[in-house]
Every structure is written in structure tokens, then in C-alpha cells.
């Protein structure tokens, strides 16, 4: 096999980007082989071929580029714990996220994990994430998030949530409103909705709230024109509240809410998200790995005419890169269709390239971003990911987005640029010490695991 040629990163801000196969995701555009014109951090033109005049010319002909994938809802707070709760059904994880770990959390390890979880995401060609970030102890662990989040160089929603601490009080039915912090977070730190990290609510919703506190939140969010994000259809708790429903009376639907998960909403509930223009992601990899979750609802959305995005959720319990996602999503639904014994097999609507839309141009729609972001687009930001295309495991490419869903992986992503800037090229972040990024985790993780065991130690007397 021939390694792509090593190439220099851009060193301007107007650079054309010559001779590789796009895959736009702009249905106007279709596929082709082509240019990308980038200059002032936007994508000025795509086509077969551009004359920049004085541009730089980067020599991309060994690549596949797309648009840079789309995570709608990640914990990144949760790093310390990556990989370590497989066995973990959702009672246990919260009794885990916020009685044994989430309480312990100092700033300095939400700045750790925050940083460490967000530059992750970037390597793997994730330049938009919403951190969904309910880990607020204090406006200090939120300043220290915001500050890993800036540091990181990513484009990010930074949704602020509640504390991880006390979840009967919190969690359960709660009555306790929203943590007024966010207001001075939107007031004097992140107010500029043009900027690479901006802000939204993290609301608790309906499933553990009283719909009183619920509608004071989101009352709360519209106020400061924010966009709300809010866990729903979770294990029993769907069919107990009937959250969408709910909501649905009290007229708080709309455009500018996204549900999370939405595993054991009704079909009723799925029709009045499509009717209000509510949008969802889903989190097939950890819905199929969990205890409790319910199964992810991926086809139910799509059949109401609701296109979610995807999410990891946590690292926890899930690979925190998206080509993983995608073949979770695809694969979860497609075992459901073709398995149904109870009724007539229904015709698989789902492809690997609709998949790839849900990581890209639908995450762009569902943080509300798809004016700006999500596909290969003349006017969009130039938030894009160069993958080789004679990779062994993508080889032998006779349809590029089925080769990236069902072969692809983080490893592949071997440039990222974002708001034509590179964060990532000939495989390698740039502006950032990864040593040190790990150095502080692990430290943060020494901490905090130490911490459990002295709540276990209590416990247990």
C-alpha cells in the first residue's frame, strides 16, 4: 500500500484544497472529485475545479473530505471514569456519577476531563460537540469547563446543567429551579453566539422535575435565548411521565428543544415532536450496553419524520468516537427491523450514507447549527476532516460513505480543521500537549477514585 503523501499544513487563512473526493453532504452538490476554496474561515466555493488565483494550494488528491461529524450530546465531566462502567445499569449509574464520583468533583478535574474529553472528540474528527454538562458544583467548575473548552479549539455548545450532587433532590421530582449561575455565564462570559464555545441549558425536564420547575427553566433559557437540551423517554421513566406530552400541554415544545434518547417515548409523542419542530439525538452505543436504558429509538424518530443527530453519550460505558456511533445507530436499527418476528418484516429504510446525514448534517439541525455547519457548502464555516483514501481497512472505496460507516475509525482521521483553522494534520494535534492532557486526567482520576473509596468505606459502616 502507498501512504498518503505528507502534506504541509495550510499557513494562511485562503488556501485551496486541490483534487480530493468530496463528500458534501449538500444534496445539491452530490459527490465529486474536486476543490475546496477556504478563506476567512468559511468554505468560499466547491467544485470540480477552482482558480484561487494567489490562494496557497494544499495538494489533497490522497483524501476523502467531508464535513467535520457532529456529537449533539456528550458528558465530557465524565472522563475520569472512560471505559470503566460496561457493567453499570442506570440505577448504579447514578448512584456512580453522582454519589461516588460527582460530588467530589473539584475544578481542576472538571478543567482536566473537560479538556482531555473535548480534544478526543477533536482527534477523532468531532469539531462539533454539545457538552452536556450537568457537574455544576459551583460557577467555578463551570469557568474551569469553559476554559478547557476554549483551550481545546473545538466548535462547542457548552449546555450547563445542575450539580452532580444530591440527586433525590436534584433529580427526583425536583422543585430546586435551575442554577442561576447560567445567568451570569450568558450575561458576561459567553454572550456572543458567533463564537467557537457558546452557551445553552442543560434542563433536567420533566422525567426529574415537577413540569412546574420544568416550564420555570425553560422560561429561563427562552429569556436568555438559549437552546435547551433535556433528557427524556429514559428507562420507566418515559412511560411514567409521558415527559413530551407533557410538555406538549404546557406548550414548551419547539424548535429550540432537543430530546435526548428518547428510547420509551410514545408514537403520540414522537408525532408531536415532528409537529413542533422538536428536534432528538439518540445514543445507540450506550442504549444497547446499559441495563435499564431501553433501546434506542433511531427508526421510531425517522418513521414521524423526526431526523435525530447521534451522541456518545459518556465514555463511560461507549467509544467515544462517531464512526462507532453511526454503526451502532445503523446496526441497532437494522437488527430490529429484520428480527421483528411478531409482524411483517418492514422494508430497511436506513443506509449507511443516511447514518453518515445523522452525524453530520442532522447534528448540524439539532444543536441548531445547520446554517453554519454540516455539510461541504459554499458559505458554511470550513469545519472539515481529511481521511486517506487508500487506507487498508476503507479499501476498495466503491462507495466512500459506506466505506466510512461500516470500515471507519477514529485512526483514520488524519487532518481536522475548524473555522479553517487545522487543529489536526498528518495525524498529529497541533497547538496542544497531549502528554500533558493525559498527565492531568490521570492525576484527576487518582483523586477521585480515592475519594470513592472513602464513600464506600462510609457506607459501608
Known amino acids: 500500500m502507498?501512504?498518503?503523501?505528507?502534506?504541509?499544513?495550510p499557513r494562511d487563512g485562503t488556501y485551496?484544497?486541490?483534487?480530493?473526493?468530496?463528500?458534501?453532504?449538500?444534496?445539491?452538490?452530490?459527490d465529486f472529485t474536486g476543490d475546496i476554496l477556504v478563506a476567512g474561515g468559511k468554505i468560499k466555493d466547491a467544485a470540480p475545479r477552482i482558480d484561487g488565483g494567489d490562494a496557497e494550494v494544499v495538494a489533497a488528491a490522497d483524501y476523502l473530505i467531508l464535513p467535520g461529524l457532529v456529537d449533539s450530546h456528550r458528558h465530557t465531566w465524565q472522563s475520569p471514569i472512560r471505559h470503566t462502567g460496561l457493567d453499570w445499569?442506570?440505577?448504579?449509574?447514578?448512584?456512580?456519577?453522582?454519589?461516588?464520583?460527582?460530588?467530589?468533583?473539584?475544578p481542576e478535574d472538571v478543567y482536566a476531563a473537560t479538556l482531555f474529553g473535548r480534544l478526543a472528540a477533536l482527534d477523532a474528527g468531532v469539531t462539533t460537540l454539545l457538552d452536556w454538562a450537568h457537574i455544576?458544583?459551583?460557577?467555578?467548575?463551570?469557568?474551569?469547563?469553559?476554559?478547557?473548552?476554549?483551550?481545546?479549539?473545538?466548535?462547542?455548545?457548552?449546555?450547563?446543567?445542575?450539580?452532580?450532587?444530591?440527586?433525590?433532590?436534584?433529580?427526583?421530582?425536583?422543585?430546586l429551579?435551575?442554577?442561576?449561575?447560567?445567568?451570569?455565564?450568558?450575561?458576561?462570559?459567553?454572550?456572543?453566539?458567533?463564537?467557537?464555545?457558546?452557551?445553552?441549558?442543560?434542563?433536567?425536564?420533566?422525567?426529574?422535575?415537577?413540569?412546574?420547575?420544568?416550564?420555570?427553566?425553560?422560561?429561563?433559557?427562552r429569556e436568555l435565548g438559549l437552546r435547551i437540551t433535556i433528557h427524556i423517554g429514559l428507562g420507566a421513566n418515559?412511560?411514567?411521565?409521558?415527559?413530551?406530552?407533557?410538555?406538549?400541554?404546557?406548550?414548551?415544545?419547539?424548535?429550540?428543544?432537543?430530546?435526548?434518547?428518547?428510547?420509551?417515548?410514545?408514537?403520540?409523542?414522537?408525532?408531536?415532536?415532528?409537529?413542533?419542530?422538536t428536534t432528538a439525538c439518540v445514543s445507540a452505543q450506550i442504549a444497547s450496553t446499559c441495563g435499564g436504558f431501553g433501546l434506542p429509538a433511531t427508526g421510531k424518530l425517522l418513521s414521524h419524520g423526526v431526523r435525530p443527530g447521534l451522541s456518545i453519550d459518556s465514555e463511560m460505558s461507549a467509544s467515544g468516537d462517531l464512526f462507532s456511533e453511526m454503526r451502532a445507530a445503523?446496526?441497532?436499527?437494522?437488527?430490529?427491523?429484520?428480527?421483528?418476528?411478531?409482524?411483517?418484516?418492514?422494508?430497511?429504510?436506513?443506509?449507511?450514507?443516511?447514518?453518515?446525514?445523522l452525524a453530520t448534517v442532522a447534528g448540524a439541525h439539532t444543536v441548531g447549527l445547520e446554517n453554519r455547519i454540516g455539510s461541504i457548502s459554499p458559505g458554511k464555516s470550513a469545519d472539515l476532516i481529511l481521511i486517506p483514501r487508500h487506507a487498508l481497512n476503507l479499501a476498495p472505496m466503491g462507495d466512500p460513505a459506506a466505506a466510512l460507516v461500516l470500515g471507519g475509525h477514529a485512526g483514520n482521521v488524519e487532518a481536522v480543521i475548524v473555522e479553517g483553522r487545522p487543529v489536526k494534520w498528518n495525524g498529529?494535534?497541533?497547538?496542544?500537549?497531549?502528554?500533558?492532557?493525559?498527565?492531568?486526567?490521570?492525576?484527576?482520576?487518582?483523586?477521585?477514585?480515592?475519594?470513592a473509596r472513602e464513600y464506600d468505606r462510609a457506607a459501608a459502616s
Open 238 to 277: 418515559g412511560p411514567k411521565y409521558r415527559g413530551v406530552e407533557r410538555m406538549h400541554q404546557r406548550k414548551l415544545l419547539g424548535p429550540d428543544v432537543t430530546f435526548v434518547h428518547c428510547c420509551n417515548c410514545s408514537d403520540h409523542e414522537f408525532h408531536l415532536m415532528a409537529e413542533t419542530g
Open 89 to 106: 445499569d442506570l440505577p448504579r449509574m447514578f448512584v456512580e456519577l453522582f454519589k461516588r464520583f460527582g460530588p467530589n468533583f473539584r
Open 330 to 357: 445503523l446496526n441497532m436499527e437494522r437488527a430490529l427491523t429484520l428480527n421483528d418476528l411478531q409482524s411483517r418484516p418492514r422494508a430497511v429504510s436506513m443506509t449507511a450514507r443516511d447514518v453518515l446525514g
Open 16 to 30: 485551496v484544497l486541490r483534487g480530493a473526493s468530496l463528500i458534501t453532504m449538500d444534496e445539491r452538490l452530490g
Open 136 to 175: 455544576q458544583n459551583s460557577p467555578a467548575h463551570a469557568d474551569e469547563a469553559i476554559r478547557a473548552l476554549r483551550e481545546a479549539g473545538g466548535r462547542t455548545i457548552y449546555a450547563h446543567g445542575q450539580p452532580g450532587i444530591e440527586p433525590e433532590r436534584w433529580m427526583k421530582e425536583s422543585t
Open 177 to 221: 429551579p435551575h442554577p442561576a449561575d447560567i445567568r451570569r455565564l450568558r450575561e458576561r462570559t459567553l454572550s456572543d453566539d458567533d463564537a467557537l464555545v457558546t452557551l445553552a441549558m442543560a434542563a433536567r425536564g420533566p422525567e426529574f422535575t415537577t413540569i412546574e420547575t420544568t416550564e420555570h427553566d425553560l422560561k429561563l433559557a
Open 428 to 451: 498529529r494535534m497541533l497547538d496542544c500537549d497531549p502528554r500533558r492532557t493525559i498527565a492531568l486526567l490521570e492525576r484527576s482520576r487518582e483523586y477521585l477514585y480515592a475519594k
Open 2 to 9: 502507498t501512504a498518503p503523501q505528507t502534506i504541509p499544513a
